[in-house]
T-cell receptor, first 114, second 115 residues
Framework: GQQLNQSPQSMFIQEGEDVSMNCTSSSIFNTWLWYKQDPGEGPVLLIALYKAGELTSNGRLTAQFGITRKDSFLNISASIPSDVGIYFCAGQLGYGGATNKLIFGTGTLLAVQP | DSGVTQTPKHLITATGQRVTLRCSPRSGDLSVYWYQQSLDQGLQFLIQYYNGEERAKGNILERFSAQQFPDLHSELNLSSLELGDSALYFC??????????????FGQGTRLTVV
C-alpha cells in the first residue's frame, strides 16, 4: 500500500526541547492531518489542515500545510514526557468517491527523556 | 475513551479461516472507517461506509468485505486468512461529514493474529 515519506523515523530528545517532523508526498492533497498514537491505542487526531499555506496550532503543537500541497510539518514546542508516542501524518486526496481515502505517513517515534 | 467500541480486542485464528470484526461507532456518527496497521505496510485505509452505504474504498483485499447495518454498527469480514493478514484493525467514526476523515475518532483496535 502507498505510504507518505515521513521524517525523521525516530527522535530521542530531552524534556523541554522543541521537535520538528515533516511529511512529503509526490501527490497533491486537499487535507493534511496529524495523529498521535500511544501504545495499545488507536490514533488520535491532533491537527487538521485544509488550505495550502495554512498554519494551525493546538496548544504546544503547530502544523503547516505546505504551499505546494505536497508536504506538511508538525512542530512540538517545549516537549514533555507525555509527548512520547508515534506521530503520523496523513493526506486526503479529495472529497467524495475514490478520492475520499486517507494515505498515512510511515510514522515518527518520539521518545522524551525527563 | 473515544466512544468507538471494537470487539473483540484480540483474535487468534488459523490460516484459511474467516473472522468478523465488529465496530460500534460513537452515538450519532454516520460514517465508519476501517484501517489496517501492520509492521510492513503501516497504517492503511481500507474502506468507508456512510449511513449504510459504501462511500470510499482504499487498499482492501477482495478476500475482505465490510458492511454497515441500519443501527450504524459495522462489521469487517476477513476470509481465507493468510499469515500476512495479522495486524491491528482499527475502526473510526465521524459525525455527519460523509466526505472527510477529519474529526474521526478511532477505536482501540482488534489485534488479529493468524497462525
Amino acid at each position: 500500500g502507498q505510504q507518505l515519506n515521513q521524517s525523521p523515523q525516530s527522535m530521542f530528545i530531552q524534556e523541554g526541547e522543541d521537535v520538528s517532523m515533516n511529511c512529503t508526498s509526490s501527490s497533491i492533497f486537499n487535507t493534511w492531518l496529524w495523529y498521535k498514537q500511544d501504545p495499545g491505542e488507536g490514533p488520535v487526531l491532533l491537527i487538521a489542515l485544509y488550505k495550502a499555506g495554512e498554519l494551525t496550532s493546538n496548544g504546544r503543537l503547530t502544523a503547516q500545510f505546505g504551499i505546494t500541497r505536497k508536504d506538511s510539518f508538525l512542530n512540538i514546542s517545549a516537549s514533555i514526557p507525555s509527548d512520547v508516542g508515534i506521530y503520523f501524518c496523513a493526506g486526503q486526496l479529495g472529497y467524495g468517491g475514490a478520492t475520499n481515502k486517507l494515505i498515512f505517513g510511515t510514522g515518527t517515534l518520539l521518545a522524551v527523556q525527563p | 475513551d473515544s466512544g468507538v467500541t471494537q470487539t473483540p480486542k484480540h483474535l487468534i485464528t488459523a490460516t484459511g479461516q474467516r473472522v468478523t470484526l465488529r465496530c460500534s461507532p460513537r452515538s450519532g456518527d454516520l460514517s465508519v472507517y476501517w484501517y489496517q496497521q501492520s509492521l510492513d505496510q503501516g497504517l492503511q485505509f481500507l474502506i468507508q461506509y456512510y449511513n449504510g452505504e459504501e462511500r470510499a474504498k482504499g487498499n482492501i483485499l477482495e478476500r475482505f468485505s465490510a458492511q454497515q447495518f441500519p443501527d450504524l454498527h459495522s462489521e469487517l469480514n476477513l476470509s481465507s486468512l493468510e499469515l500476512g493478514d495479522s495486524a491491528l484493525y482499527f475502526c473510526a467514526s465521524s459525525a455527519n461529514r460523509a466526505t472527510a476523515h477529519t474529526e474521526a475518532f478511532f477505536g482501540q483496535g482488534t489485534r488479529l493474529t493468524v497462525v
